[in-house]
T-cell receptor, first 114, second 114 residues
Framework: DAGVIQSPRHEVTEMGQEVTLRCKPISGHDYLFWYRQTMMRGLELLIYFNNNVPIDDSGMPEDRFSAKMPNASFSTLKIQPSEPRDSAVYFC????????????FGQGTRLTVV | AQSVAQPEDQVNVAEGNPLTVKCTYSVSGNPYLFWYVQYPNRGLQFLLKYITGDNLVKGSYGFEAEFNKSQTSFHLKKPSALVSDSALYFC????????????FGQGTELSVKP
């Protein structure tokens, strides 16, 4: 398997624009996580899914953020409208086989909002 | 609510010396505990985990960690540090009573000098 695949790797956008980040989890994995990494806040859990169903979105910072998982092989994180403070590295991770299983991370998307 | 604390932002060690990166956790039930490493501009890579059983777990690259239930700690250790161990290290926890939520500590920057 190619691992967790995220796209794009880098995104530069202007404030107010819509941004969509994409994630393809490892085939067969039933948990999918979205994290945001910044120097100030570290690695924050935004939302996670189990079997394509959102379980906990309490980490989503504002209504400007939304995430979907229409099927087992694809998830999106959307920011609309984007703001400079959304600039961060966004990671997707997936895991399989129960709560004791480790999660595998994608390479991340570095988002810059100017 | 579950939480993880890494009390040291940075740990400095001389090559060949033993290293310890500290982690404490808080959960309502029994924890699953994980350590990950992140190299610059990369995603997180899994090192080791504690599920149950022996309190000393061994992982990749010569790392090990000791689960201490009474102190709610899960410190990462290595008998002899290498310069190539220099990276950002994250502790993470999953609470068996909180579904699949995977929470990370703030990270500890490990610097190993020749």
């Amino acid at each position: 398997d190619a691992g967790v695949i995220q796209s794009p790797r880098h995104e530069v956008t202007e404030m107010g624009q819509e941004v969509t980040l994409r994630c393809k989890p490892i085939s067969g994995h039933d948990y999918l996580f979205w994290y945001r990494q910044t120097m100030m806040r570290g690695l924050e859990l935004l939302i996670y899914f189990n079997n394509n169903v959102p379980i906990d979105d309490s980490g989503m910072p504002e209504d400007r953020f939304s995430a979907k998982m229409p099927n087992a092989s694809f998830s999106t994180l959307k920011i609309q409208p984007s703001e400079p403070r959304d600039s961060a590295v966004y990671f997707c991770a997936s895991s399989q086989g129960g709560l004791g299983a480790e999660a595998f991370f994608g390479q991340g998307t570095r988002l810059t909002v100017v | 609510a579950q939480s993880v604390a890494q009390p040291e932002d940075q740990v400095n060690v001389a090559e060949g010396n033993p290293l310890t990166v500290k982690c404490t956790y808080s959960v309502s039930g029994n924890p699953y505990l994980f350590w990950y490493v992140q190299y610059p501009n990369r995603g997180l890579q899994f090192l080791l985990k504690y599920i149950t059983g022996d309190n000393l777990v061994k992982g990749s690259y010569g790392f090990e960690a000791e689960f201490n239930k009474s102190q709610t700690s899960f410190h990462l250790k290595k008998p002899s540090a290498l310069v190539s161990d220099s990276a950002l290290y994250f502790c993470a926890v999953r609470d068996r009573n909180q579904g699949g939520k995977l929470i990370f500590g703030q990270g500890t920057e490990l610097s190993v000098k020749p």
